[in-house]
Each structure stands twice: as C-alpha cells, then as structure tokens.
C-alpha cells in the first residue's frame, strides 16, 4: 500500500494528557487523536491521515447499522522498565484482522502500513500510555462498510480507523480468580459461521447470556457447542485452559473459537516448558469429573485485556464448583508473570514478540 499518513493535529496548547492518579477503569478514556482511512470500490485505500478524535457522520443506511459488516482487533502499548514503548506481537494482530476481513467480505489492508500507522499514532499519543504495571495503552482498529443501501450486500466503501484507550485491569478482580458461569441455553456459534473472527455481531449475540450471568454474581460466561451442548469452546473474552495433573489442555481451534494471540503464547511457552499441551475436545463432563476427583488443578483464561486471569469457581446446572480452592495456582502464576514481564521489558524475550515504537 504506497500511502502516506498526512498529520493534522491539535496544537500542542489544545492536547490533554494522562493526569496522575486519574481513575480510568477499561475503555471509558480516549487520547486525543485517531488514525482514520477511506476505501471506495475503484480507488482502494486512500485519504490516511491522523487527525483530532471526532464523532463519524455516516448515512441512516449505512450496512454497517443493518447488517453489521464490522471488524475489529485489540492489542495494547506498554511502557517498559527501560522507559520504551512495547506492542506484543502485533503482527499477529494484523494477520487476524486480514483473516477477519477476508470472512466478512471486506477488503484487506496493507498490514505493514496499518502496523505503521498504530506506531506512529501511539508515538503521538505516547504521554497517554500509563506507567503504572498492570496498566496500558488500549489500541482499537476497527473497519466497518459505510454504503447507504439496503440490499444484503458486501458495501462497496468503508472506513478505518484507530483509537487509543488507557486501561486498567479488565476485571474489577484484578488477577484474583474470577467466577464463570457455562450456559447450556444459549449459544455463540457454530461451524462454518463466524465464530474464528473478530466481528462486532458475535459480542452483540453473548451480551444476552452475559448480563444473566452477572444478575447471578458471575463474571464471565462459558461457552458450550452448539450441537451437543457438551464440548467447552470459550469464555466470552477469553480462550480457556485446564490443567490436570498429567496434561494442560485448552479446546482446539474448530472455526467456532476466535483463534488467540495470548493462547497462541501460552502454548509456546509452555511446550518449551516441557509440559504436555494438548488441542483437542473437552467435555464440560470431563472438566467437573477432573473437579470433583482433584485431577483438574488449575482454568485459566487467556487474552489480550486481561493477559492471564484464573477461575476459582465454575457453575453449571444449579451447581457450583470449586477449583483449586478459589486460589490462584502456580501454573497461571508463572504464565502471568513471563508474559507481562515479557511485555514490560523485565524478562527475556526469546521469541522475538515484542515491537517498538520509536518516540
């Protein structure tokens, strides 16, 4: 993509910064400006620019209000021990949102431009990004068709752009374990939909199941299959991890699971640990029985928004269970501690995961 990003920012008496001691929670503050971009059938990508964060004006007809053709990624910057600003493995990020694209019937973008982009954005916005650990720079493309018409259709046109949030922990829990209830009455998707990709109507179809949750005092939900009602598949912001005690065991990736970065790394670094790791199916029979005998030690769910968070409690049927004694367990300690010390810049980095974002 032969694009360069024109910069039209606020003059330096009108930008805000990040206020110490400013409580921010997750995804409630954004920086002052965003990268933006426009594609129309015949001119491809064209008009890059990072400009002030504004309110987009789009037709009452637009697709992406009727038929929800949108896609989004997720990825944080960290500020390291060393004082330099980190991505975690955005490149990964780029090719999910490639692959997100291409399901939905939307054009590509150039990923070496986009990861550029997010870079130079981020730099802009580096007085934004928090210092404390834990904390970070939420980063959010999102793209989504604007063609005013009401035929189903793949829109001719759409819009890209990027936001930059700071966060905090994603759970008011903090890395405490959190409390996750499965449903056998809803669903998130099947085989063959679009269960492997980052789009807007997936979260739409889980807040349903997700509000009764919470009525019940549960964080999360978890999600079964949506044949048999039987196979664990994911949690509604997170892939899923067991630990038995002869095997770590997360569901393989079937179409119906969005395909995680973080689980991606789990994996990694734990077969390198020498652990037995294995992809397969695992029923939600399995994982009580593996409760109720002490085989399961360690859940955990992975993700980019809250890195490693441990389950203490899983409720299913009427019923809840106890895991590991609602304590956080060794397993999910050490991961939680390599990745974030991986992403702050205090432990190695032997995979070459980490990017930079020069100031």
């Known amino acids: ?15 805000r ?8 929670g997750f995804g409630r503050l954004f920086t002052d400006h965003m990268f933006y971009m426009e594609y129309d059938k015949g001119l491809e990508w064209h008009g890059a620019c990072i400009k002030p964060y504004e309110a987009i004006c789009l037709d009452p007809a637009a697709v992406v209000f009727h038929y929800s053709q949108t896609i989004f990624e997720g990825l944080k910057a960290y500020y390291g021990v060393d004082g330099r600003i980190r991505l975690f ?17 939307m054009p590509e973008v150039d990923e070496a431009f986009v990861l550029k982009a997010i870079k130079k954005l981020v730099s802009i916005e580096k007085d934004w990004i928090p210092r404390e650990r834990g904390s970070a720079l939420y980063i959010r493309p999102l793209m989504m068709g604007t063609e005013a018409f009401l035929g189903v259709k793949p829109s001719d046109s759409y819009i890209f ?4 949030s700071p966060v905090g922990a994603y759970y008011r829990e903090g890395f405490n374990p959190i409390k996750i209830f499965v449903t056998d009455k809803y669903v998130r998707a099947v085989p063959g939909g679009v269960g492997d990709v980052k789009t807007g109507g997936n979260y739409a179809a889980s807040l349903m199941a997700s509000e ?14 949506a044949l048999e009602h039987r196979y664990v598949e994911e949690v509604g912001t997170m892939n899923i991890f067991f630990y038995f005690e002869d095997e770590l065991v997360t569901p393989k990736l079937t179409g119906s699971i969005l395909p995680g ?4 790394s789990v994996l990694r670094m734990t077969k390198d640990w020498g652990l037995p790791v294995k992809e397969r199916r695992i029923s939600i029979d399995e994982v009580i029985e593996g409760i109720k005998s002490g085989r399961l030690k360690e859940c955990f769910g992975t993700g980019t928004a809250a890195v490693i968070s441990p389950v203490g409690w899983l409720a299913y049927k009427g019923e809840e269970y106890i895991i590991n004694n609602g304590q956080t367990g060794p397993l999910a300690k050490r991961l939680f501690d ?4 991986i992403q702050y810049g205090d432990r190695p980095d032997p995979y070459g995961w980490i990017q930079f974002v020069e100031p």
């Open 17 to 24: 910064s990040l206020k110490p001691g400013l409580e921010f």
């Open 261 to 264: 970065i973080t689980r991606d």
């Open 338 to 341: 390599e990745l974030t010390g």
């Open 1 to 15: 993509m032969d694009l360069d990003i024109e910069l039209r920012l606020l003059p330096p008496e009108k930008r």
């Open 212 to 225: 009764e949750a919470k009525k019940l005092g549960y964080t999360q939900v978890l999600w079964l299959d």
């Open 89 to 105: 493995r955005p490149d990964q990020n780029m090719a999910r949102l490639n692959h997100s694209a291409r399901r939905m019937c």
């Open 161 to 164: 752009f990027i936001i930059l």
